[in-house]
């Protein structure tokens, strides 16, 4: 620490004061000194961090407890670590666990580093938080001011991450009779399954490479920020919660369904809610929500009614818009038989071949989500102003199919979870401690709390800013007598 201090009095300061010199004889301005301050000082917090660290490695080295648990094998092994400050260098020593004979560098268990950790979660969590709203380049850029983390070793930290937050029941549970649910889900491209090389073709010979990622929306009421009566409203949720993720099969399908089951039960009095509507395009896998969230109803959501409707009347061209509006009106009274009579009217003026299969293919997609469409009349209580669509842009495609882009469907299924986890609120820093602790809990052993106790006793006496103050001199002065003598010095000239 001492010497990461004295270098910069005696170097970085003397190149300081150059450039505050050069700034009075006009060659440098402003920025050019900030430039060097901001420069000279990361790097004196990487040296001084570095030093710390080997100092707290020869602490444990001539640790009691140390000497009695853990033999030296090797000193002054090299580390990197790549921080919120910049790049770190340090040396640290290698033990062998007297009874296992197992090697470990206590300086990073200490620090609860991993084995072959080449990043600190205060880095690794600027590289996630960029990386979830733009790409991995520009989140391997975020990791600090002076370096930058590869694509590779920022895709590996996606992979790699836990996204697993403890959700505590509430001490009060909200008392609503109706809780509404959206859900979607998102086409994303997919670059490869497992490894490069493993998509396959379908019998027209064109590569099987979209991965479904899937959304549900949890949420309270829908307001209008600007006011109910505004004529641009700006809808948003009220108590809103995001869960997203690759899950294929039933078996998984049921498992990201039961997700949703035990936040709702933690947060809501089951006993008072009445009904949760869920709200979607009719898949399979939405309807099965039905099955896991008790009292839950499925309804048809509304953009996907009106994206089959319009394709009904698209070549009706002058009549499209009153057709359309008897359509409307049929559904919002949920009117089958009218329905009926409406297509037969389409069909009849509608010449064979693609647009009437189409037409075709609407109604019969309407009839077989009748239940989800009538319930939107028999019971008006609901709040049907959520789109789902919107929900899926605004979590998923913004990120991951917006932008001609590849995945894996491992990487896809991390950053939809990612997304879920920041549009939530969360911060990713405190996902990645929570982990860190997690793991530390897990790998418990008395020895090393007996020598992290030993070490807070011994780093108590450190005191470094007395010690300074004794060794470095002058670091008690406050003159900046330097600074009025270049400023007489270029007056003079």
Known sequence: MYQSILQFIENDIKEVEKVMGMILTGEKDADDLSHEVVTRLNTLACRWIS????????????????????????????????????????????????????????LDMILGLESHQRITLGAAAKVLEETILSSYAK??????????????????????????????????????????????????????????????????????????SKVVVVYEDVINEFGEQSKNPRYRLVGKKTFSGVYKGEAENIKFWEQVR??????????????????????????AGTQVIENSRFVLDKFHMMKYINTSVTHLLDSADDVKSEIWKSVNKADKKGLKDIYKRILEITEPG??????????????????????????????????????????????????????????????????????????VIDLLKYQKKKKRQEKHIQEQEELIKELRKKQSGWNYAEQMQGIIPGLEQHSMRWLKDLVHQALDA
Not at 183 to 207: I, P, T
Request: contains cysteine; neutral net charge; charged residues 30%.
């Open 51 to 106: 030093e710390m660290y080997e100092k707290l490695d020869e602490t444990i080295r001539e640790s009691l407890v140390r000497k009695q648990h853990w033999t030296i094998e090797q000193r002054n092994e090299p580390k990197e670590l790549l921080d919120i400050a910049g790049m770190l260098h340090f040396n640290r020593t290698g033990f062998a666990d007297k009874r296992t004979g197992k090697y470990i560098y206590l």
């Open 262 to 287: 035990d936040y709702i039960e933690k947060n809501y009095d089951t006993e008072i809610l009445e009904r949760v509507y869920i709200a979607g395009d009719g898949g399979a896998w939405i309807k």
């Open 354 to 427: 693609n647009k009437y299969e189409e037409v075709e293919g609407a109604l019969r997609y309407l009839l077989n989500q009748w239940d989800g469409i009538k319930i939107r009349v028999e019971e008006p209580g609901g709040c049907w102003k959520c789109c789902a669509e919107g929900q899926v842009s605004h979590v998923l495609s913004d990120r991951m199919s917006s932008r001609p882009m590849g995945w894996s469907e491992w990487g896809c299924h991390q950053m939809s979870q990612l997304r879920a986890y920041h549009w939530n609120g969360g911060k």
């Open 139 to 212: 989140g391997g850029k975020a990791a600090s001011p002076t370096e930058v983390a590869s694509k590779q070793a920022v895709k590996e930290l996606v992979h790699g991450t836990v996204i697993e937050y403890p959700n505590p029941e509430s001490a009060e549970k909200k008392k609503l009779k109706n809780l509404h649910i959206v859900a979607d889900e998102d086409h994303v491209a997919a670059q490869f399954w497992k490894k490069k090389g493993d998509l396959v073709e379908n019998s027209a010979g064109n590569k099987i490479n979209t991965i479904i």
